[in-house]
């Protein structure tokens, strides 16, 4: 079965604060994409990591891909209240007919 | 460039009823998805389509039809709504490095 798995699924966090989320994946694919969601908004790609040992940063976000764990983690330094948002993993499994399947997604929420 | 174009925005549909929600791209991708979302969750995939004339099914298929005549189209149909497709619907469309998303369409079954 593809599972797309990520923790926690909600965070509060303070400004100032440096926290990790995790996405885990239950069999091979080479590459992972992350997505920001405001509410009530459609998906806003932040990161494509397309092969093993990818890291991309941009601005406060860090993400990193092992694709031999089968794990991806977006890190967050120095929280600010303009990233409280939903954050989603996906991973397209090619070599299971194309299908890209999506983590439950992780509620963040940025507190002064 | 357009990217991936949904219609309608919103509707409200009786049960019973049936409708078709559009969803369009213009970046001549193979890979079209359709997923729903309901309120607080993640994205389920419904149907998806790795090329013209081949459709599959997904993690949520049940009530949902789909089909892929042109790259281009990408259509969902609901036939007979019920109040469980109560939902935000999705449609994207991918390259290998990159996944783009329409505005989404909000239904209510009522």
């Known amino acids: 079965e593809l599972k797309v798995e990520q923790n926690p699924l909600f965070l509060s966090m303070q400004e100032g604060k440096n926290y990790t989320i995790y996405c885990n994946y239950s069999t091979t694919s080479d590459r992972l994409y992350w997505y920001r969601q405001d509410p009530g908004k459609s998906l806003e790609s932040l990161f494509v990591?397309?092969?093993?040992?990818a890291v991309k940063q941009e601005g406060r976000l860090m993400a990193s891909l092992d694709t031999k764990a089968r794990l991806s983690t977006l890190h967050i330094t120095a929280a600010v209240h303009d990233l409280s948002a939903t954050y989603f993993c996906?991973?397209?499994?090619?070599?299971?007919?194309?299908?890209?399947?999506f983590g439950q997604g992780t509620e963040l929420s940025v507190k002064p | 460039n357009a990217g991936v174009t949904q219609t309608p925005k919103f509707r409200i549909l009786k049960i019973g009823q049936s409708m078709t929600l559009q969803c369009t791209q213009d970046m001549n991708h193979n890979y079209m998805y359709w997923y729903r979302q309901d309120p607080g969750m993640g994205l389920k995939l419904i149907y998806y389509s790795v090329g013209a004339g081949i459709t599959d099914k997904g993690e949520v298929p049940n009530g949902y039809n789909v089909s892929r005549s042109t790259t281009e189209d990408f259509p969902l149909r609901l036939e007979l709504a019920a109040p469980s497709q109560t939902s935000v619907y999705f449609c994207?469309?991918?390259?290998?490095?990159?996944?783009?998303f329409g505005q989404g369409t909000r239904l209510t079954v009522v």
């Open positions: 990591l397309l092969s093993n040992g």
């Open positions: 994207a469309s991918t390259t290998v490095t990159e996944a783009f």
């Open positions: 996906a991973v397209p499994f090619y070599n299971q007919g194309g299908k890209l399947i």
